[in-house]
């Protein structure tokens, strides 16, 4: 070996600088987790406000902190209680609000417990030391990390409710922050939530009445203040040890006149299986007390029947049922329903928001003269409403029917001038009622929750069985028939179901091949056919995807509901 020993910097690469973006952003988390070990919730504060779009990043740190023993500086206002009476106000040496961390002092507030939790807020029972009352204290979870559109809520919800003066609305006695923390005060309920009553079951009917009866009167004193609740449903109703209901969280609320227009066109604000048509429909504007009408009678449902008018796993499947669906009559679930009530109920349950009562006094006096056992002012639908209500829950049975019915009267006018075989005419008639009986058969067992799945693919590949059926017996050409199958391939998206209807795209492929192989002629030339099976697959893929879509976007709104 001969020469001068190599260089360093010769033998070993240099790494390269780390971008600039990246030093800014590790810099802006190193300051951030300086100040949650140090519990400067000023420092955490600033580095929300200069870089919003870190919101999600930062709350993440901020729920990891939250875990370790130490306090946050989320935590910095709740003080222990001991330090109260031993006259030591420091906050640092305060530890987190956790259950198992009460009772602690927040302000002139000793928390006591935690008695709700939602995606926005969390609700505590507190001692008012300087009035020496048991009240309940909301805060923001997020706190210092809420969205301006939170906060906004936050305090809304404390406005609307804070001029209200009614006994069956929940009262807000205070409204303010501590050392960055939002919160309200309000009346102290003892008891249960409607929904964690019904959790135990049904209510009997005069207690269901009654309890409705009166938080009508309180919704109506609410629309009386130019208030719509928009978020009606049994766990915003509480009630006492004496069953006395009232209405509470007001998040959702928005006034008639003066509103400051915040809620856009397309925006959807409640909870699916409570709010009305044109709320799930996301068109604000309509939004009147006639769509509070319409949550009370989606309460009075579930009061009857244990559960809501609509309810599925996933909530675009209950908006789709919103919108365009209808109710299973209550008394179908529970056969102890009194006709009357069930009146009431579907007239509360109208898409038409012009069909249902006007205001939520109409309901209680209906509600009161049901209780009189006088004559109510629901009254049954005519036929025409009848079949509109129907063709709404069930539309798939409807569809395959009412295409099956026309099939069968064009099959019958060409028979009658054209005189085809008469052995084949019943033939081919007999295939299509024996589809029609399979239908409601397969409509049957849908409604069964079950044997919903089953039903499903089971009922696909029937329709593409006896299409295929009957495009085998019938004379050439057939040309213009195969649209069946892409007709198939588009209805099964109705069901929402992204691999029920890739499914039903491979059954209808293999259902036409059969055909081919049944009519050879039919392949002829081969380009055609294989050209034909593309098509049904693209088409396949479009519905697939647009199914998907669709999905992510109600997983996407689950994840933003309160």
């Known amino acids: ?76 206002a709740l003080k222990p209680a001991s330090a109260l009476t031993e006259g030591s106000g420091n906050a640092e040496d305060s530890g987190t609000a956790s259950a198992n961390s009460l009772p602690r002092g927040f302000g002139k507030y000793v928390l006591l417990e935690e008695v709700g939790r939602g995606g926005m807020g969390v609700v505590y029972l507190a001692r008012q030391q300087d009035l020496d009352r048991l009240v309940a204290v909301k805060m923001i979870l997020a706190s210092h990390l809420a969205s301006n559109e939170e906060v906004r809520r936050f305090y809304a919800e404390a406005r609307m409710a804070g001029g209200l003066r009614h006994p069956h609305v929940v009262g807000i006695h205070e409204v303010g922050q501590i050392d960055g923390q939002h919160y309200f005060a309000m009346d102290y309920v003892k008891g249960n939530s409607l929904a964690a009553i019904l959790r135990r079951g049904t209510l009997d009917t005069d207690q269901a009445v009654k309890t409705l009866t009166a938080v009508a009167r309180a919704v109506h004193y609410l629309h009386e203040h130019n208030i719509v609740h928009r978020d009606l ?66 309460i009075l449902y579930e009061l009857l029947t244990g559960r809501p008018p609509f309810q599925h796993e996933n909530p675009l499947d209950t908006l789709v049922d919103v919108i365009e669906g209808e109710p299973t009559l ?16 579907l007239k509360c349950l109208e898409k038409d928001p012009q069909r249902r009562y006007a205001s939520a006094i109409e309901l209680a006096e209906d509600l009161e003269r049901y209780s009189r056992d006088e004559p109510v002012a629901a009254q049954p639908a005519g036929i025409v409403q009848l079949m509109r209500r129907w063709g709404r829950r069930e539309p798939a049975l409807v569809v395959r029917l009412g295409t099956l019915a026309a099939a069968m009267v064009v099959l019958q006018i060409n028979y009658m001038f054209a005189g085809v075989d008469r052995p084949f005419h019943i033939l081919v008639m007999t295939v299509l009622a024996g589809w029609g009986v399979l239908c409601v058969v397969f409509q049957a ?32 050409p057939r040309g213009p028939l195969l649209v069946g199958y892409a007709a198939l391939v588009a209805g099964s998206g109705m069901f929402f179901r992204v691999r029920l209807v890739l499914c039903m795209t491979c059954i209808c492929i293999v259902a036409y091949g059969v055909l081919l192989r049944l009519h050879p002629a039919e392949a002829r030339p081969a380009q055609y056919p294989a050209i034909y099976m593309v098509v049904l697959a693209i088409i396949g893929l479009i519905v697939a995807y647009q199914v998907y879509r669709l999905r992510i976007l109600s997983r996407y709104f689950e994840s933003r509901r309160d």
């Not at 679930?333 to 009431?344: A, G, K």
């Not at 069964?448 to 085998?472: F, H, V």
Request: net charge negative.
């Open 233 to 298: 449903k049994p766990s915003n109703i509480l009630l006492d040890e004496q069953g006395a209901p009232y209405v509470t969280d007001f998040g959702l609320a928005k006034a008639f006149v003066g509103d400051s227009g915040q809620t856009r066109t397309g925006m959807i604000v409640g909870t699916p299986s409570y709010m009305a048509p044109e709320q799930a429909a996301g068109r604000p504007s309509d939004v009147t007390a006639r769509s509070d009408v319409y949550s009370l009678g989606a």
């Open 330 to 345: 209550p008394t179908r679930l529970n056969q102890h329903v009194p006709r009357s009530l069930e009146l009431i109920c």
């Open 445 to 476: 067992m849908l409604n069964r929750e079950s044997l919903a799945d089953i039903a499903r693919y089971a009922w696909c590949g029937a329709d593409a069985a006896l299409l295929t059926t009957l495009l085998w017996l019938s004379d050439p």
């Open 1 to 76: 070996m001969t020469g001068d020993a190599p260089r360093l910097d010769e033998t070993l690469p240099l790494e390269p600088d780390p971008p600039t973006e990246e030093l800014r952003l590790a810099e802006l988390l190193d300051r951030y987790v300086d100040g949650l070990h140090r519990r400067d919730a000023s420092s955490c504060s600033q580095v929300y406000e200069q870089n919003p779009e870190l919101l999600d990043l930062l709350r993440c740190l901020h729920s990891l902190d939250t875990l370790a023993p130490d306090p946050t500086p989320l935590d910095r």
